[in-house]
């Protein structure tokens, strides 16, 4: 480490620091450390790239959710969070959802495609009755539970599936009234805001073609504060609880 900070002519305090992980080597200090150490300008552009890469907290991955490398590394944030909240405007949760439900709205995939990403949701819900389970809290509005996009009989197991999770210690849904006199949050998009038990939470945005990731303090924040805001929108649990028994009975009255 002296040496390195010799030939840097800065301090090896620096570059303990840098280290063990104090401070953050920017792309412009990486290229310095690697001119310093003599390597290939292959290997130097190559390193420099993967610090201007992660010098950006937000990152963006093309492709359909749910095949990609992307999910990946959302079912591992699962695996190791400590809370989860989920906002879902148009659709029930994907960790709430039921395989027929699941199937419904990954209806642009087809053959194995399809049913790989199914499996993989499924194994996504499993976290929530592991023995390290986190708490999870879904803000979900009406719409989202009425809007038949399902058969009815899907739609009313779908519910029923709700209900029983809804008894779990570490799970609380809560809804947002079809008209709740103002704007609110949740009708921006869905997102997820994940929370660890010795890491910054980071939120996850999936849209159509992609999804996104972010770690920023300052963009995580505007989402903590739409959650509490969501919140004090939505009903309380026991008349969440209510509504979609009542729900399912309507699904399940109008099946032929």
């Keep these: 480490m002296r040496e390195l900070a010799r030939r840097l002519n800065i301090g090896h305090a620096w570059i303990t620091r840098t280290e063990t992980g104090v401070r953050t080597a920017t792309p412009e200090d990486v290229a310095g450390i690697t001119v310093a150490l003599g390597l290939s300008a292959a290997e130097r552009d190559r390193l420099t790239e993967l610090a201007r890469e992660s010098d950006g907290p937000d ?34 949760p994907g960790l709430l959802q039921t395989a027929d439900y699941a ?53 009313a197991d779908q519910l029923r599936h709700l209900e029983k999770l809804a008894e779990l210690t570490n799970v609380t849904l809560r809804i947002i009234p079809a008209n709740p006199g103002a704007w609110t949050s949740a ?22 073609g992609s999804a996104a990731f972010l770690t920023a303090p300052h963009a995580v924040d505007i989402y903590k504060d739409a959650v509490g805001n969501l919140r004090d929108a ?10 979609i028994a009542a729900r399912a009975d309507e699904f399940e009255e109008s099946i032929p």
């Design 59 to 92: 990152w963006l991955r093309a492709g359909i959710p749910g095949v990609h490398q992307e999910l990946v590394t959302l079912i591992e944030y699962e695996r190791t969070a400590s809370a989860i909240i989920e906002v879902a405007p148009l659709l029930v």
């Design 187 to 208: 009708h921006s998009g869905q997102f997820m805001l994940i929370e660890f038990p010795r890491a910054a939470p980071i939120v996850h945005l999936e849209h159509l």
């Design 103 to 155: 199937r419904t709205v990954m209806a642009t995939s087809h053959g194995p495609e399809q049913e790989t990403r199914i499996a993989m949701r499924a194994s996504r819900r499993d976290i929530l009755t592991s023995r390290q389970a986190p708490t999870f809290e879904a803000i979900i509005m009406e719409r989202a539970l009425t809007e038949r996009i399902a058969s009815p009989e899907v739609m």
């Design 234 to 243: 939505a009903k309380a649990p026991e008349q969440a609880a209510e509504f």
